[in-house]
């Protein structure tokens, strides 16, 4: 009915517009054509034809121009525009075939990692060749110069020519404790003093009990250093209330800004010890700079670090004991990678950062927050906006399931095998499952070694920590996941073993960016993994920061091969 009328309304007006003027006959209207028909004699005919006319007058005048091999007459008649307009065709056509397929492929690109309920599922990756090897270890050439020079005569006076005596607490964790007892070193030389055997102190996390001794080889660290500090293994006798100094003040030396410059000790601190003979410095965690001291004093903390500690024979033998059990665990020779998982319920608390979990679970973290940073944590309107701010700094721990996405992305197959150093993981198996899902072959010390193998480990927890760094240290790609002082001492370690092996910082910011863009699709993600990780392999690095010895020992303790 539509078309009927608007046909009939139009052939209407055509032979109705001549009769409204005088002076112009019906054949020399514009809208007529010069053979119209008579609209009441075959009305039928002309509704059926009029349309078409229409569509092909408009065709004619628009489409024509360009595709005149449409037109017969026109194509033999211009030969040149037609070759045009069938160019233009094929790549008017071309182009809508490569719109058509490149909107498929996004469609069913993935968005990175589908989960499939605590499954991850990511596209494969290729594997490429360095998976196992530092790429760029051929491009730069240092070796370790810090260990002890033989055959040079000791300059150390006797011990009781010396400027006094030093005692400190080392705190913290195993590695804190590490730094600690060679920064005791550092201000003894500084000082010419004599250092009393640090006493590892009792960590309020941890609640160990463990003496230098139980861990350390303390007649190898004595022998080592004989030639640099002098070192006795107890308070001298001569000193009698030695609970005096635990706990007097007036044998105490506090108030030591952290990162001291070698100049403070000599001004402040030496005075007090000539006079006291035996004084307590504390607290002493980070209490000595590095861009602030003599070269040789930075080159004498690598000397302790790298060569005068050395873990027990036991540990040590337990440790080789599971790196060579990771590497058979196939029935045949294989690298493994060793990852340390920093996830903790400690370390996700202090972050402040925020992590994908139900209500009740952030509810009880607020409350462990709460009880244990008050002043950090005030009201906690505050840290929504702090948790959004230090993801985009790449300043939060990865969690299992981004490490595993990080290293498909790198190409790491599902056959990896991975030692995991780590205490209880926040979470717990929920939170481990993507990771142990992508990468089954995924153990800790636990699952490699007996019962009765570890239970002389378990009364002291930092000898289960050492386990733990041996492990790593001799892994063929060490991985961190954030930053801490176990991190940073093994990354050192192995780069001034001959940076040979691999290892792996992640850049953070790089993860929560992509991970963050929902227009980020799979092969941009890798692309952007495997660019950035170019150069985040354990290589030593001239520039780096002076503060971060223990992670870049380069500068002050290696040198040229």
Known sequence: MAELRHSSSIGNRVTASPRKRDDVTASSSPLVPDSAPNVDDDDDDYRGRYPRDRFRSFFSSHLQPLFPFFFPDE?????????????LLVVLILSLVVLISSV????????LCKKDGITLQCPPVKEPSSLWENPYSSTTSWKPCAERREGLKSDIPPENATNGYIFIHAEGGLNQQRIAICNAVAVAKIMNATLILPVLKQDQIWKDQTKLEDIFDVDHFINYLKDDVRIVRDIPEWFTDKAELFSSIRRTVKNIPKYASAEFYIDNVLPRVKEKKIMSLKPFVDRLGYDNVPPEINKLRCRVNYHALKFLPEIEQMADQLVSRMRNRTGSSNPFMALHLRFEKGMVGLSFCDFVGSRSEKDLMAAYRKKEWPRRFKDGSHLWALALQKRKEGRCPLEPGEVAVLLRAMGYPKE??????????????????????????????????????????????????????????????????????FAKLIIGHRRYMGHRLKSIKPDKGLMSKSLGDPYMGWASFVEDVVITHQTRTGLPEETFPNNDLWENPLTNCMCKA
């Not at 194509?75 to 160019?87: A, T």
């Not at 993981?425 to 995924?442: D, H, K, S």
């Not at 050492?466 to 930053?483: E, I, N, P």
């Open 104 to 111: 498929v492929h996004r469609l069913n690109t993935p968005y």
């Open 416 to 485: 990896t095998q991975i030692y995991v150093a780590s205490g209880q993981v926040y979470g717990g198996q929920n939170r481990m499952a993507p990771l142990r899902n992508m990468f089954p072959n995924l153990v800790t010390k636990e699952e490699l070694a007996t019962k009765p193998e570890l239970d002389g480990f378990r009364k002291h927890v930092t000898s289960l920590a050492a386990l733990d760094f041996l492990v790593c240290l001799k892994s063929d790609v060490f991985v961190m996941t954030h930053g801490g002082n």
């Open 75 to 87: 194509s033999r008649s211009h030969p040149h525009k037609f070759k045009i307009s069938l160019f």
